[in-house]
Structure formats: structure tokens, C-alpha cells
């Protein structure tokens, strides 16, 4: 058995020839990071204004940081230069706007390419794609660790079995897509939703964006703002070891 793993940009999927549905993204996303001291705030930051999305994560020593564009505005970006992008940057950061002087070169600024794709199968005879390998997920929440997680513990449980016994079928391959397809595709709904509905609004906007009626909801009502915790955290269908380990040998 071959379990490709290797995510979005697979080559064992890509040799399976196994056909994938892409469903688009409206958005690319920049990523970098900013020096963070000990008197910044410890919780994530985010600000939607006209035209960009911008997201701090804490990560210790400094800002792991999200600049979201339109879709294949990359070069247009870095054709303007480094000290235009750092301009862009400064009136959308809660901490001392001097911090942006540290990027310093277009290396440290690093392009991930959104795509939001499933394999309609993730398995051929002897070969299983999992995590992005079988779907690409949205960094809308940053679940996909946790799907490409959610999916090696599920293809252990059920393969482990069959393997020791040397007894794999086809059926226990399909019974990890089965397991393993209701949860991705829950996810990649309520991130296209996401995308279509908010994030693609508010990039094409020129003048401030006025949040959704359920983002209002989300954030106002106590017993609702725990549900996107939930989803980002636990998943659709969390999964848990049930499989022994092997003795030495």
C-alpha cells in the first residue's frame, strides 16, 4: 500500500491520474512574519477593511501574519515593490506600525496559492491519498492540519487490521474515504461559504465592509460564538487512536 501524503502539490496524485473537482478560490494569500514583544497583546488580531484581509497569529517570539489578496494578484503586488507593500501594511497594524520595516526582502514574504479541491476517489488499488493529497483545503480557519491529522488517525484504524494480517482489500480503502469524505466536504461548504460571502465581497469592496448578518450573530450571541471554536478545533467527525502499538521487534 502507497498512502500519499505529500500534500496540495502531490505528485503521487498527480501520477494516480485520479480525477479532481476544484471548486476555486477568489484569493491568494501572503504570508510573513513580524518581530512581537512582550507587551503586544497574546490574542489573534484580524482586520477586514476595504479591499484586504489581515490576520496575526500569536506564535511566541513573533506575528505569524496573513495578508489576503484577490486571486493571481501576486506579481502585481511585488511589481509595485517592497517598500509599497510595507505602506499597505502599516495602517492595518495593531502594534507599532515601525514593524513592517523588517521585511526587508520579497524571500521573506512567502505565496500560498488557495485552492479548495477533493479527488472524487482518493484510492486506486494499493494507493490512498489523504489530507490535502486527497483535498486542498481553504486557510479559511486553518483546519486543514487538523483534517490531514483527522485522516491518518481514521486510515489507521481501519487499515491496521487488514495490514498485519496481509488481507488489504479494495473495500478497506473505500471505507476510509466513506469515514473520512462526510467531514471534508462539511468543511470545504462552510469555507466556501465563507469565501463567497464574505471574504470575495470584501475584497472587491472600495469602501469599509459591513459585516454579514451571521458573522454579527457569531460574535453578539455567547451561545453561538463557541461554534466556529468547536469546528476549528474538534472538526465535523473527531477522530480518536484505537489502534495498539506493534511490540518491538
Known sequence: ?????????????????????????????????????????????????????????????????????????????????LAAFRASLQPLLPIDRTRAETIQDWDQVKLLTVQVNRLARWWLPGFLAIGDAAHAMSPVGGVGVNLAVQDAVAAANILAGPLRANALSDADLAAVQKRRDFPTRMTQRLQ?????????????????????????????VPILNRIPGRLVGMGVRPEHVETREMPPA
Open 1 to 81: 500500500l502507497t498512502v500519499a501524503a505529500d500534500g496540495r502539490n502531490s505528485t503521487l496524485r498527480e501520477a494516480s491520474a485520479l480525477k479532481t473537482d476544484d471548486y476555486g478560490a477568489p484569493m491568494d494569500v501572503l504570508w510573513f512574519r513580524l518581530p512581537r514583544e512582550a507587551t503586544d497583546t497574546e490574542e489573534t488580531q484580524g482586520r477586514f477593511d476595504a479591499g484586504r484581509i489581515f490576520i496575526m497569529l500569536n506564535r511566541g517570539d513573533n506575528w505569524q501574519c496573513t495578508f489576503v489578496i484577490p486571486k493571481g494578484q501576486n506579481e502585481r503586488v511585488r511589481t509595485a515593490g
Open 192 to 220: 466556501l461559504a465563507v469565501q463567497n460571502r464574505l471574504i470575495a465581497p470584501i475584497l472587491a469592496t472600495p469602501g469599509p465592509p459591513a459585516p454579514p448578518l451571521l458573522v454579527r450573530l457569531l460574535t453578539r
